[in-house]
């Protein structure tokens, strides 16, 4: 036990005796009130006048006592404070009711004969029995202090008397003195055990109400933690598809050709390679035509770059139109060079989706009056397609759309001649 514990123990075993005061009071003012009547006709009323007014005084005293450590109590409110002052006050107010009644105890003995004086024997043999209950909650010790000096004086003189009753008496009552005496020891010790297992188990309360209240505190900061953690977890996933949608926007800005506003060779590049993929995987046809502007250069000497650009956005856009299907691309290979990626379509429908192309460029009719095949801007075409195998490489059917456009130029431009089927 702590030296808190300790303290709290022992104020807690005089607050048990303080509780019993009422009672052993009142007890204590009956037995009096009793023994002074009987005794009042018996002997000298002057000393029992005397007798019951000190009794009287004491038990005030000890009334006032019991008042005064209540609202002690209440000022302490429930505090473990030392309390050997008041301990030693109720010891005093025990002193002086002992005496009181080992006073009138000699005094009867003395001046009655045996049969009268038997009346405070049975008096004081009820006060110590009394006493037992009301000393047992604070100490053996209380006990014998009282019971000695109530019972040990007038014991000596009966068994000094020489008369056998007195002695016989004197006996009784040494002999109620050592028994009640073991048992006070037997008493307190159980009362003491459980006062002392009450104060453990309020320590135990106190210490669970404080690891109580310490679990609630970390709840609360967990529950601060988690919200935090899920207003931060909020922010990054905005931020997350802020940063997504960028990066799509900055995709598709970096796939597209400024001026054309068609997919640029980037776009090409990657979207080739994917069609090539899926058409080895299912074994499809890839088709490929590349087109290049007809005497671009000298179209540009003479209208400038401008008209230049100009026309290459016309084109673009007329080629975008011819191809509309799901997965066709028409991209801006370099330059005045175009690329259209054609999956699922055979070489023959390319070479006549090209046609069409090459006519439609013409129909735009942009004057050209450098061009050596026409007046009007025209492209020249070169179409290759493929199966695609495991041994073959894309790079080989750009190389046949590249090296068809380079006969379509020789011999004589503004037309479509096919690689054959690679
Ligand atoms: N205005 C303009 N001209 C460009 C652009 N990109 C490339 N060119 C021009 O395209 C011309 C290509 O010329 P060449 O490669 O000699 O070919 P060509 O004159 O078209 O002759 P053939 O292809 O043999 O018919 C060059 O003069 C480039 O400056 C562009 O974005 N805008």
Redesign the pocket.
Known sequence: MSPLDARCLRRKLLEAQHEQTPVALCGGAFVSACAGGYYWWLTQQRFYLYWMLVAALVILSRLALYLCFAAWRRRQNGKAVESASWRHLHVAGFVAAALTWAIVGLYVEYSLPFADAAFIYVCLAGMVAGSVVSTASVSPRMFLIFSAITLLPLSLVLLISLEPQKIAMGLVCVGFFVFSLRSIYRIADIFEGFVASSVVNEQLLRELRQEQRQVLKLNEQLREDIEMRSRTEQQLRAQKQRAESLAEKLYALSSIDG?TEIPNRRYFDEHFTEEWSRALRVQSVLSLIIC??????????RY??????D??KAVASTLDLHARRAGDAVTRF???EFAIILPGIGLQEACMLAEQMREAVMALGIAHTESRVSDLVTI?MGVACTIPSKDARPDMLIQHADEALYRA?HQG?NQVVSAGAV
């Open positions: 001026l290049d502007i007809d005497y671009f250069k000298d179209f540009n000497d400038g770059h401008l008209m230049g650009d026309c290459l370099g330059g005045e020249s130029k431009r």
